[in-house]
């Protein structure tokens, strides 16, 4: 597996902006997915955003428009850009990697970082 370190989290009021990073530990092959999920309290974590490359993008129909993920192969990092940001973005958000190996998908998390929207 590969270790991956988030940061960027933190409280911020309604309308308010946060970026996320995550770097990885070492390399990730440009076909592998990069991603971001999240877990509010008493739910289920879920897709916030997956990146292969810019014109490969996944978003979940919660946060489009106002979030934004990218990628930077050469440094192995994934950033999540939120805008707009509302109370119900409150969550532990992860960092995720998909390596697809053949042997099968090799999946990674992160440690989790709070994003906490007040209202």
């Known amino acids: 597996q590969v270790q991956l370190v988030e940061s960027g989290g933190g409280l911020v009021q309604a309308g308010g902006s946060l970026t996320l990073a995550c770097a990885a530990s070492?390399?990730?092959?440009?076909?592998?997915?990069m991603g971001w999920y999240r877990q509010a309290p008493g739910k289920q974590r879920e897709l916030v955003a997956s990146?292969?490359?810019?014109?490969?993008?996944n978003y979940a129909d919660s946060v489009k428009g106002r979030f934004a993920i990218s990628r930077d192969a050469a440094k192995n990092t994934v950033s999540l850009q939120m805008n707009s940001l509302k109370p119900e973005d409150t969550a532990v958000y992860y960092c995720?990697?998909?390596?697809?190996?053949?042997?099968?998908?090799?999946?990674?998390w992160g440690q989790g970082t709070q994003v906490t929207v007040s209202s």
């Open positions: 995720n990697v998909k390596e697809f190996t053949a042997w099968g998908i090799r999946e990674s």
């Open positions: 070492r390399s990730i092959f440009k076909s592998d997915t």
């Open positions: 990146i292969i490359d810019s014109s490969t993008t």
